[in-house]
Structure formats: C-alpha cells, structure tokens
C-alpha cells in the first residue's frame, strides 16, 4: 500500500510540474522592475508581464489612462491613437497607429478598452483587445493586427506609491520574423514604464 501511495504521489508530483510550466517564466528582475515571459498556446510569439512600484498619484495615473487618445506621448511604439467610437465613460474602440522600424512597415489595430475604477479600494484596472472594425478605404487591412490584448493592474499604496503589473501580447503578423518580436516584448515594456514615469511627473 505504501508503494502505491508512493507511486501516485510521484505521479502527482510531475503533473504539477507539468502545470507550472505552463505559468511564467522570470525573464528579468532589476530594481525598478521584473519581468516574465509566457508561452501562449499555438502561437510563435511569447506573452509578456511587467511588474513595478512606482511613485505617482493615483487620480493622476487614472487621468492618464483614460486620456487614451494622448497615449503616444508616452507608451512605446505607439504613433498615435483615435477614437472610433464611445460606448460609455469606461468602454470605447479606438484605432492605434504603431510606428515599427525600418524595413517593416507600421501597423494599425482596432482595440476595445475597458476601465474599471475603484477610488475607494484604490483600483484601477484596464483591459483592451483587438475590435473588428469598419475602417476607411484608405487604411490597408494587410497591415492590421488582430492578435492583439493587454492589461493593466494598478494598486493605490499607502506611501504614495503605486504597484503597477502590466501585461500584454502582440502578433504584428506580415514579414516580421517571430524572434524579432519576441526580441522587442522585453525592452518594449521597459521604455513604456519609462514613459509612463515622465508623464506622471510632468502630469497637471
């Protein structure tokens, strides 16, 4: 009897190491940040999730976050954005413009946003993925991403500090090699929190 509980705890045991390696992988842990890195099924390209502690106010960052349309001021490759239609204060569809660089060509995204705010619990969270939408004639569609979601966690903290855990995933598609992006989901999400840091400070 002894051998057989020994045997399917044993068993157990490499299912769970089956399952975790499924979750994510620490890619890098700095001072200001940690990053990690996923595996998403099917797909060539990774995930990625930010995560750091910051200083800032938090009626700030949510004015930030909900100002989207001025989100090319500070989050990495984004060209600029617009609003394509507004569902409610906390629900929209927008087109972001991505400047990529050379040789590839930029690329657009329709993306529904979701923001739900909590000032009492000190909460702010934002969710977007790709929308479809009816554009112009004048934008190319070979050029638009569909394989696109991220998400931000942001936690009032009592020091006037702010926990921040960003995550995210992108499929450019076209010419762009798997590894190139893959590459560019490591420093991407490091100068989007660099940018974020200046907008907090030069915020009014």
Request: hydrophobic share 40%; proline share 4%.
């Amino acid at each position: 009897m002894r051998n057989v509980l020994l045997s399917i705890l044993i068993i157990l045991g490499l299912n769970l190491v089956g399952l975790t390696q499924t979750n994510w992988t620490l890619h890098k842990k700095e001072a200001a940040y940690t990053i990690w890195l996923k595996d998403v099924p099917n797909e060539k390209i990774k995930q990625f999730k930010l995560e750091a502690i910051i200083k800032g106010n938090f009626e700030d960052i949510h004015n930030i976050m909900k100002d989207v349309e001025k989100m090319h001021l500070w989050y990495d490759k984004v060209k600029n954005v617009k609003l394509l239609k507004k569902i409610n204060e906390n629900e929209a569809i927008y087109l972001l413009a991505y400047d990529l660089p050379f040789p590839f060509e930029d690329r657009i995204a329709t993306i529904k946003g979701i923001m739900n705010y909590n000032p009492k619990l000190g909460t702010l969270t934002v969710n977007t993925a790709y929308f479809p939408y009816t554009l112009s004639k004048d934008k190319n569609a070979s050029l638009l991403i569909k394989k696109i979601s991220s998400s931000w966690e942001i936690k009032k903290l009592s020091d006037g500090q702010l926990n921040i855990v960003h995550s995210g995933y992108m499929d450019p598609g076209g010419n762009i090699p798997s590894w190139v992006v893959n590459e560019s989901i490591t420093s991407g999400p490091v100068e989007t929190l660099k940018g974020l840091k200046k907008r907090l400070l030069a915020y009014k």
